[in-house]
T-cell receptor
Framework: GAVVSQHPSWVICKSGTSVKIECRSLDFQATTMFWYRQFPKQSLMLMATSNEGSKATYEQGVEKDKFLINHASLTLSTLTVTSAHPEDSSFYIC???????????FGPGTRLTVL | LAKTTQPISMDSYEGQEVNITCSHNNIATNDYITWYQQFPSQGPRFIIQGYKTKVTNEVASLFIPADRKSSTLSLPRVSLSDTAVYYCLVGDNNNDMRFGAGTRLTVKP
């Protein structure tokens, strides 16, 4: 149990376009989901905390108008990278909090490459 | 500032026991200690979680002293496939789940 999926697993886009990444909790309801970004050889950096039905809380330095987060249901959160630029190329990972064991479970990640 | 401090890297050999220690001097009363394993280009995988004393599961043990200011992840008899980055997280899982730098474990034959 406690499986989190992400779609797509990788995406390549042109500079200036927008990309949407989905994060789903497959076998549990997640009231809280987290979005992280990871650059090569670095640790995960928390971008935002997303609670179902409310606005996401963004970490300092993360532009909320550029990284749009929607958490419309207890099993789905989306991250949209708007007007993507090459510096947005990174590995994006979501996680979902499963209250049953008070543990976070992570998705497999999405590799974004902006040309 | 990161809430946790771990060694940047460790080397071991197949079959040995590996202990990775994490310092978390400012741990709060409600915080749990959770360890994750990450392979390249994959999301972190949950290993073990504890609050105090000792926790053991099928893959690892977690030792937490009484003051909870540190914790030690113990991996028995590591294999080459245990080469990965190991992260210690401290939090209550509802917020403030920030990763430290992690420990890069290399298991050699």
């Amino acid at each position: 149990g406690a499986v989190v999926s992400q779609h797509p697993s990788w995406v390549i886009c042109k500079s200036g376009t927008s990309v949407k990444i989905e994060c789903r909790s497959l076998d549990f309801q997640a009231t809280t989901m987290f979005w992280y970004r990871q650059f090569p050889k670095q640790s995960l950096m928390l971008m935002a905390t997303s609670n179902e039905g409310s606005k996401a809380t963004y970490e300092q330095g993360v532009e909320k108008d550029k990284f749009l987060i929607n958490h419309a249901s207890l099993t789905l959160s989306t991250l949209t990278v708007t007007s993507a630029h090459p510096e947005d190329s990174s590995f994006y990972i979501c996680s979902a909090h499963w209250g049953g064991t008070d543990t976070q479970y992570f998705g497999p990640g999405t590799r974004l490459t902006v040309l | 500032l990161a809430k946790t401090t771990q060694p940047i890297s460790m080397d071991s050999y197949e079959g040995q026991e590996v202990n990775i220690t994490c310092s978390h001097n400012n741990i709060a009363t409600n915080d749990y200690i959770t360890w994750y394993q990450q392979f390249p280009s994959q999301g972190p995988r949950f290993i073990i979680q504890g609050y105090k004393t000792k926790v053991t599961n099928e893959v690892a043990s977690l030792f937490i002293p009484a003051d909870r200011k540190s914790s030690t992840l113990s991996l028995p008899r590591v294999s080459l496939s245990d080469t990965a980055v190991y992260y210690c997280l401290v939090g209550d899982n509802n917020n403030d789940m920030r990763f430290g730098a992690g420990t890069r474990l290399t298991v050699k034959p």
